[in-house]
């Protein structure tokens, strides 16, 4: 079946529509060996070039992965940084003919679980604000805080870019000064989560993302590495935001392969401490209880 190109492009991982109608109208996609024009339609047959490069094309749904990443803190969000600090990607299994698709975003000093996949439609799906999908995490404070706090964060306060809340708040336990909660919110802008809480004089010390939607953070995911998600939980990934499912198939000799990698030990024998760790280094001074029952959905 035809379909836009830049709607190919972007499910074969190369990028967002808007990225590939940009390199469409710059002339630097082929297909067939002539020059594309915005509004072109391809099919799987069709050869297509990206900056010289073959783009692997295929069916909606086929050959989709999705793994998920338990990013440490000091990481940054992009594929390649000026400043020479590690990224996200740098640890990620390497693919052929296509890219893996951040699905947000976490500040540098934020750790926990991100989404990566190869399906650029998917991707664009569980970020847009229409599919209202949940994120929770988990915030140590420094500070006071109040049931009045509480009840404020979860009415709404006026932040520089609009209005945002915690559609819910539960308390994670804590000692002295320092606070642990569990926390929910509807959306991802910009140091949000940071934001409320400093809206409400205290400081967030400690932050992790532990859910996106109804995927949470796996035990197995230690800091630093990724696990990849079975076919039939992507498939249901993908119901949730009305995408095409792909028929379960076996998983090919360089999947297998990455799965084998991804649970090697980690480099040097190294042991990490156990009970709560943010980071391989840290000691944790204090593990947050688990919540009991909770409305997030």
Same mark, same amino acid.
């Given at each position: 079946?035809?379909?836009?190109?830049?709607?190919?492009?972007?499910?074969?991982?190369?990028?967002?529509?808007?990225?590939?109608? %940009?390199?469409?109208?710059?002339?630097?996609?082929?297909?067939?060996?002539?020059?594309?024009?915005? /509004?072109?339609?391809?099919?799987?047959?069709?050869?297509?070039?990206?900056?010289?490069?073959?783009?692997?094309?295929?069916?909606?749904?086929?050959?989709?992965?999705?793994?998920?990443?338990?990013?440490?803190?000091?990481?940054?969000?992009?594929?390649?940084?000026?400043?020479g600090r590690p990224t996200?990607?740098?640890?990620?299994?390497?693919? +052929?003919?296509?890219?893996?698709?951040?699905?947000?975003?976490?500040?540098?000093?934020?750790? /926990?679980?991100?989404?990566?996949?190869?399906?650029?439609?998917?991707?664009? +799906?569980?970020?847009?604000?229409?599919?209202?999908?949940?994120?929770?995490?988990? #915030?140590?404070?420094? &500070?006071? #805080?109040?049931?009045?706090?509480i009840a404020t964060l979860?009415?709404?306060?006026?932040?520089?870019?609009?209005?945002?809340?915690?559609?819910?708040?539960? !308390?994670?336990?804590?000692?002295?000064? %320092?606070?642990?909660?569990?926390?929910?919110?509807?959306? &991802?802008?910009?140091?949000?989560?940071?934001?409320?809480?400093?809206?409400?004089?205290?400081?967030?010390?400690?932050?992790?993302?532990?859910?996106?939607?109804?995927?949470?953070?796996?035990?197995?995911?230690?800091?630093? +590495?990724?696990?990849?998600?079975?076919?039939?939980?992507? %498939?249901?990934?993908?119901?949730?935001?009305?995408?095409?499912?792909?028929?379960?198939?076996?998983?090919?000799?360089?999947?297998?392969?990455?799965?084998?990698?991804?649970?090697?030990?980690?480099?040097? &024998?190294?042991?990490?401490?156990?009970?709560?760790?943010?980071?391989?280094? !840290?000691?944790?001074?204090?593990?947050?209880?688990?919540?009991?029952?909770?409305?997030?959905?």
């Amino acid at each position: 079946m035809d379909e836009k190109l830049q709607k190919v492009l972007a499910r074969a991982g190369q990028g967002s529509r808007r990225e590939m109608e %940009n390199r469409i109208r710059e002339g630097r996609v082929l297909v067939n060996g002539e020059v594309a024009t915005l /509004g072109d339609r391809v099919s799987v047959s069709d050869a297509i070039e990206l900056d010289g490069y073959t783009v692997k094309v295929t069916e909606a749904g086929e050959g989709r992965r999705v793994i998920i990443y338990n990013k440490p803190e000091g990481e940054v969000c992009t594929r390649k940084d000026p400043e020479g600090r590690p990224t996200v990607f740098d640890k990620l299994p390497k693919l +052929r003919g296509e890219r893996w698709i951040a699905v947000g975003r976490l500040d540098i000093n934020t750790s /926990g679980l991100l989404l990566f996949t190869t399906d650029g439609e998917l991707a664009n +799906r569980l970020m847009h604000p229409s599919t209202e999908i949940d994120r929770e995490y988990l #915030v140590r404070v420094m &500070g006071e #805080v109040t049931e009045e706090n509480i009840a404020t964060l979860k009415k709404g306060v006026n932040l520089e870019d609009g209005q945002a809340k915690f559609t819910d708040i539960v !308390d994670g336990g804590g000692e002295g000064i %320092n606070r642990w909660f569990y926390v929910c919110l509807m959306e &991802g802008r910009n140091r949000e989560v940071r934001r409320l809480w400093e809206s409400q004089g205290v400081k967030v010390n400690r932050l992790k993302r532990v859910r996106f939607g109804p995927i949470f953070l796996p035990s197995k995911a230690k800091v630093g +590495r990724w696990v990849e998600m079975e076919d039939a939980d992507v %498939n249901s990934l993908c119901t949730m935001v009305d995408l095409k499912v792909s028929a379960i198939a076996q998983k090919t000799q360089q999947q297998k392969l990455d799965v084998k990698r991804s649970k090697n030990k980690q480099p040097g &024998g190294a042991r990490r401490p156990k009970g709560f760790d943010w980071q391989s280094t !840290d000691k944790p001074e204090f593990k947050p209880k688990k919540p009991g029952k909770r409305t997030f959905r």
